[in-house]
């Protein structure tokens, strides 16, 4: 049984935990007078479009690619180019199956000029690594590349909405994180309470919204931090539910719809 680190906090909030790839994960988070799932549901996502949310994604597939050839292999395994990225900006890759059918999406950021850190589905974080194995060891054995899964060394948490920045301004330092310093699909590193953070601006739900990466073992202290900084704009948990509801409303691709079911 896989738990994330923000785990705990989710059970005290009563929040129902279901499975999602190998891990448990907050299906939706009750306030009471809320009978229904679908009322804190409702709640969560108009909170992410008003206010501002924050979702545990500590669970997404993460792989770390290094190499002097990690550019060119990664121009190969995604269908858009990545070799022309630029340090300290992210981009949304798209990676298919041999027959041509989607395998697995998600964002990889450049982090050097031959390091990047792929970020997968929760799903398919297992499977992708076997295809990236499989495409060095038998396709293109030539190229320079070492692959490591370091998908529980990460923590990450997503807060998204129209006062996502506001609630980063109150507690990030040693980095900016206004338009300028961090724009879309931008890196920044610096320190919440203290421990050090990766933040990326990036977003699933179509509001303003950013990633915020931690070391695992530091992963409830920033959670805490982060639902601390957005007590002045009403900032809540979402879950599984809200986030399924946030990316259909705003037409994203997922799923049966560009797996071939």
């Known amino acids: 049984q896989r738990r994330t680190t ?8 009563g929040a129902p935990m279901i499975e999602a790839g190998l891990w448990y994960r907050a299906a939706y988070f009750p306030r009471p007078g809320e009978a229904t799932w679908r009322e804190s549901c409702d709640r969560e996502v108009r909170m992410v479009r008003e206010r501002v949310g924050v979702a545990d994604v500590s669970t997404l597939g ?40 989607v395998m697995d999406d998600g964002t990889t950021w450049r982090l050097g000029e031959t390091h990047f850190l792929m970020t997968t589905t929760t799903a398919n974080a ?15 054995p030539d190229l320079k590349v070492h692959l490591t899964s370091v998908t529980d060394q990460w923590a990450g948490a997503a807060v998204g909405g129209p006062f996502a920045r506001k609630v980063l301004e ?20 610096g320190t919440i309470a203290g421990k050090p953070v990766m933040i990326c601006r990036l977003s699933f739900s179509g509001e303003l919204a950013y990633e915020v990466y931690s070391g695992a073992g530091h992963g409830q202290h920033v959670w805490d931090a982060l639902m601390e900084a957005g007590k002045p704009f009403n ?7 809200a986030l399924g509801t946030l990316r259909i409303e705003k037409g994203h691709v997922t799923g049966a ?3 071939g079911r």
């Open 62 to 101: 993460k792989i770390d690619i290094q190499g002097k050839d990690a550019a060119r292999f990664l121009d190969r395994v995604y269908t858009n180019m990545f070799s022309n990225l630029t340090v300290g900006k992210a981009r949304y890759g798209l990676m298919l199956r041999e027959d041509g059918l």
């Open 257 to 259: 719809e560009i797996d």
């Open 170 to 189: 109150n507690c990030v330092e040693g980095a900016r994180v206004d338009n300028d310093a961090l724009p879309f699909m931008g890196i920044v590193h």
């Open 126 to 140: 297992g499977k992708v690594m076997q295809h990236l194995d499989y495409c060095l060891d038998c396709l293109w």
């Open 6 to 13: 923000s785990d705990g906090a989710a059970r005290d909030r």
């Open 235 to 241: 900032i809540t948990p979402y879950g599984l539910e």
